[in-house]
């Protein structure tokens, strides 16, 4: 493993945002979904996530989430993602996403 340093972390912008928009991404070349996340003053961004295994579109509307929000623009099929929400990856392909233990302000930062 490759250690970082402080100022290395300190550049990753990781923000919470709630989840106000949720599409099938059919288009994609692995099951996804399109995500629309509420990100406080830094307003919605978009995003595509590969978490189809393990949440319904309906569980996701008004879920929090932790993403990067600083990494440019990525074209994704027909879609343009702006942030890659996190989550952990598991041994058969399904994500579990990351949240806050409770309910924070949309567009703090996450340290």
Not at 5 to 24: H, K, S
Not at 36 to 48: A, N
Request: glycine share 8%.
């Amino acid at each position: 493993m490759e250690h970082i340093t402080w100022d290395d972390f300190e550049r990753v912008d990781i923000r919470v945002g709630t989840v106000v928009r949720v599409e099938d991404f059919p288009e994609a070349k692995k099951p996804a979904y399109k995500l629309w996340i509420d990100f406080g003053e830094l307003g919605i961004k978009k995003s595509s996530a590969q978490i189809t295994r393990l949440y319904a579109k309906d569980d996701l509307i008004d879920r929090q989430v932790v993403a990067v929000v600083n990494f440019p623009p990525k074209q994704i099929a027909n879609f343009m993602s702006e942030c890659l929400v996190l989550g952990v990856v598991l041994g058969d392909g399904g994500v579990i996403l990351l949240q806050p233990e409770r309910r924070a302000p949309n567009g703090y930062r996450v340290l």
